[in-house]
């Protein structure tokens, strides 16, 4: 019977050289069980391993998605757990937009619900002006360049309204990813009409969470609102 680790280095093999692209969703755990000669705790054990490392992202009741990005055809990059040299020269900015989309959502889902919240707590009235300003422009947004600029003017105000300089920088660089042709591409894939009527109901509910003073019904309201939009793009 295969080892945990023999079946983890087997699918890593398939992540690294490309075989499994980012952002795609693993086989079946059964049909890798079969395929391996391993038991399916055997495989589940190796699919832990591999999101302890950074090379996929779990989720309850979903398969396992790539989150390992390669840089070039030779590979030759550092993995998720080496870092040399020239990887301590990099910016922060430099880390974040190399990051793949799904990186970023990950990281998003991290930081933004409790960004919202400081911002329930903070927001002076010109922020949730702005804020209210931002989000009544995406509800009549008219298509998706339109409702893409005012989706991310509404979350940079957030961030404005928490008053914490590093949260600000931070989203500042995350709308320059949003630009980025990755990005782009899989916003026109997954934005239709209806699931942008979802956007627009998610978004009034983290405003109005924010303008009551609610940072857990804030928190609450950007979280599932980034969920949705991470089950969106990568279906």
């Given at each position: ?7 983890k280095e087997a699918l890593r093999a398939r992540i690294t ?219």
């Amino acid at each position: 019977m295969t080892s945990y680790m023999q079946v983890k280095e087997a699918l890593r093999a398939r992540i690294t050289d490309g075989s499994w692209t980012t952002g795609s969703r693993l086989p079946p755990e059964r049909g890798l069980a079969e395929e391996l000669g391993a038991s399916r705790n055997t495989v589940r054990k190796a699919i832990k391993l591999l999101a302890a490392e950074a090379y996929v992202s779990t989720s309850e009741n979903s398969r396992p998605i790539v989150a390992y990005v390669r840089r070039g055809e030779s590979d030759t990059s550092p993995t998720p757990a080496e870092f040399g040299d020239e990887a301590e020269k990099k910016s922060a900015d430099d880390y974040i937009l190399d990051a793949s989309p799904l990186e970023v959502l990950e990281a998003r889902l991290v930081i933004e619900p409790e960004a919202v919240a400081l911002a329930a707590l903070r927001a002076r009235a010109e922020n949730i002006d702005e804020i209210r300003k931002a989000l009544t422009e995406s509800l009549a947004a008219r298509n998706l360049a339109d409702f893409e600029h005012w989706d991310a003017q509404l979350h940079q105000a957030i961030f404005r309204a928490t008053r914490n300089t590093a949260l600000i920088g931070y989203y500042r660089t995350v709308n320059q990813i949003r630009n980025q042709p990755d990005w782009i591409a899989l916003k026109k894939k997954s934005v239709t009409a209806e699931r942008q009527r979802l956007y627009d109901r998610q978004h009034s509910a983290i405003v109005n969470a924010i303008a009551a003073r609610l940072p857990d019904k804030a928190k609450a309201a950007m979280r599932a609102h980034l969920e949705s939009v991470r089950k969106a793009m990568l279906l």
